[in-house]
């Protein structure tokens, strides 16, 4: 199994600025994912993180807006840009098994308010 | 994205009878299938996944169905316990990429 940390846990942030979510996975991973999640509602993925490559999003979501880093097999880090309220939601980073696709391992989420 | 997004139905059931919780799907080029808990404040936890090609596999007091004809997925949890209480997710896997569909939260009365 993998445990996956996630800073910060939450945070509070003025509209029109930008925040960066760090994911921190125990053991080195292919692949890690970013989703969001509102609040009593589904996850969404919103891009693949690979390390070497650029980031692969998803319909609806840009690079200008979630800009995305991969520097290592262990780490990711995820950018809210621009951020407005409608901006507010969990974000969670996950990350496959080690040697199994089957299954993927998740953060704890950062829980994001834009006012 | 593909995931659905909806307010969560909820599932009362007492203590210690069996739950059923339902998922409807939309692609049927899905490699496997997976149920997840959620709990308060927590990320999805793995439960059980199935591959497309099955119709059946049991866990440890869980059991997934999957019916392809009609496109539906369900979790039967035996003997249901305060601590099952959560938001369960199905999730269809493809290209090693997992989409969410809608949840269910589930109440568990003692």
């Known amino acids: 199994s993998a445990v996956i940390s996630q800073k910060p846990s939450r945070d509070i942030c003025q509209r029109g600025t930008s925040l960066t979510i760090q994911c921190q996975v125990d053991s080195q991973v292919t692949m890690m994912f970013w989703y969001r999640q509102q609040p009593g509602q589904s996850l969404t993925l919103i891009a693949t993180?690979?390390?070497?490559?650029?980031?692969?999003?998803e319909s609806g979501f840009v690079i200008d807006k979630f800009p995305i880093s991969r520097p290592n097999l262990t780490f990711s880090t995820l950018t809210v840009s621009n951020m407005s309220p409608e901006d507010s939601s969990i974000y969670l980073c996950?990350?496959?098994?080690?040697?199994?696709?089957?299954?993927?391992?998740f953060g704890p989420g950062t829980r994001l308010t834009v006012l | 994205g593909e995931s659905v997004g909806l307010h969560l139905p909820t599932l009362s059931v007492q203590e210690g009878d069996n739950s059923i919780i339902n998922c409807a799907y939309s692609?049927?080029?899905?490699?496997?299938f997976i149920w997840y808990k959620q709990e308060s404040g927590k990320g999805p936890q793995f439960i059980i996944d199935?591959?497309?090609?099955?119709d059946k596999r049991q866990g440890q007091r869980v059991t997934v169905l999957l019916n392809k004809t009609v496109k539906h997925l369900s979790l039967q949890i035996a003997a249901t316990q305060p601590g099952d209480s959560a938001v369960y997710f199905c999730?269809?896997?493809?290209?090693?990429?997992?989409?969410f569909g809608s949840g269910t939260k589930l109440n568990v009365k003692p």
């Open positions: 993180a690979n390390q070497g490559s650029e980031a692969t999003y």
């Open positions: 692609n049927s080029a899905s490699d496997y």
């Open positions: 199935i591959r497309s090609n099955m």
């Open positions: 996950s990350a496959h098994s080690p040697g199994s696709y089957n299954e993927q391992f």
């Open positions: 999730a269809e896997a493809r290209i090693n990429k997992f989409y």
